[in-house]
């Protein structure tokens, strides 16, 4: 159980463009996601928390405009990376928080960003 | 704000030794800790969750043991193999709550030899 999806696994675009990413939980759901970005040979930084129904709360120093996040419903929330640029290049994963048991974060398989 | 850091940082070894890998966080007040496998390129993989009221949790030839009073906890890995390379993450909760975002150290980077 506590099962989370991300699509996509991997993904390359051109500056300047917008890329979607989809982090799902398949069999709980979640009111709660995070998204984290890691560069290369660096450890997780966490970018926003993801409220189901409300605003996302940016941590200090990540752009709220430039990385959109939308939590629609309880099993659904995306990151678009808006006007991407080669510096947004990246490896970007989601975590979804369980509500019952134990209260452990699952995350996605994450998704590679490569902006050429 | 919780800071978590990981030592050593890389770490190499010969087939079959034990070994112990290091994280110590600042907010000792925390629900319950994570330790993780990364392989390089990939997502994360989790290892064991200890809760606060826990002391230790075992898997396999993996232990952890947590010591709130201390802000301290080991990975264990006994019988080191080949396949146990990869970088061990070691993740608290930012907050006192149960289930807020997790903070990752640097992680421990473990070359196992053949």
């Known amino acids: 159980g506590a099962v989370v999806s991300q699509h996509p696994s991997r993904v390359i675009c051109k500056s300047g463009t917008s890329v979607k990413i989809e982090c799902r939980s398949l069999?709980?759901?979640?009111?709660?996601m995070f998204w984290y970005r890691q560069f290369p040979k660096q450890s997780l930084m966490l970018m926003a928390t993801?409220?189901?129904?409300?605003?996302?709360?940016?941590e200090q120093g990540v752009e709220k405009d430039k990385f959109l996040i939308n939590h629609a419903s309880l099993t659904l929330s995306t990151l678009t990376v808006t006007s991407a640029h080669p510096e947004d290049s990246s490896f970007y994963i989601c975590?979804?928080?369980?509500?019952?048991?134990?209260?452990?974060?699952?995350f996605g398989n994450g998704t590679r960003l490569t902006v050429t | 704000k919780q800071e978590v850091t990981q030592i050593p940082a890389a770490l190499s070894v010969p087939e079959g030794e034990n070994l112990v890998l290091n994280c110590s966080f600042t907010?000792?007040?925390?629900?319950?800790l994570q330790w993780f496998r990364q392989d390089p390129g990939k997502g994360l993989t989790s290892l064991l969750l200890?809760?606060?009221?826990?002391r230790e949790q075992t898997s396999g030839r993996l232990n952890a043991s947590l010591d709130k009073s201390s802000g301290r906890s080991t990975l264990y890995i006994a019988a080191s193999q080949p396949g146990d390379s990869a970088t061990y993450l070691c993740?608290?909760?930012?907050?006192?709550?149960?289930?807020?975002?997790?903070?990752f150290g640097k992680g421990t980077t473990l070359s196992v030899s053949s």
């Open positions: 993740a608290a909760p930012s907050e006192g709550q149960a289930g807020t975002a997790l903070i």
């Open positions: 069999d709980f759901q979640a009111t709660t």
């Open positions: 200890i809760q606060s009221s826990q």
């Open positions: 975590s979804a928080r369980t509500s019952q048991g134990v209260l452990a974060l699952h």
């Open positions: 907010d000792s007040a925390i629900y319950n």
């Open positions: 993801s409220n189901e129904g409300s605003k996302a709360t940016y």
